[in-house]
């Protein structure tokens, strides 16, 4: 029980040394009016910096993510066909199959359209 309070000390020490290294160093910066500005480069904004963007980037950053996120779950398909398992196949060609027909519905739905003619 004694390395319990060993490791709790250090802990603590360590999260009070970073508080207070994080409070120095803010110490040292200090705010101008460039600094304090939107563009640091030295310029006056050209226009708002509320202009509006198009849905259609965030749809496609949207559907990179999912169809990324599907592809990391082939990782235990190749764990257990390293191990022999028997019935892998059939639910990774089951994956596929699924993994497949979303791209298909989202290609008919038109998301992945950049210019419609």
Excluded: H, N
Aim: proline fraction near 3%.
């Amino acid at each position: 029980m004694d390395i319990f309070w060993v490791v709790l000390f250090v802990g603590l020490c360590l999260v009070v040394a970073m508080a207070v290294q994080t409070f120095w160093l803010t110490k040292l910066w200090f705010r101008d009016s460039q600094k304090a500005s939107p563009y640091e480069c030295g310029f006056d904004p050209f226009g708002s910096a509320r202009a509006p963007f198009s849905v259609r980037f965030y749809m496609v950053a949207i559907l990179f993510l999912v169809f990324e996120v599907e592809s990391l779950m082939f990782f235990p398909v190749l764990q257990a066909y390293k191990e022999g398992a028997k019935s892998f196949g059939i639910y990774s060609w089951g994956f596929l199959l699924i993994l497949t027909l979303g791209l298909f519905v989202e290609l008919y739905r038109g998301a992945l359209e950049w210019a419609r003619d």
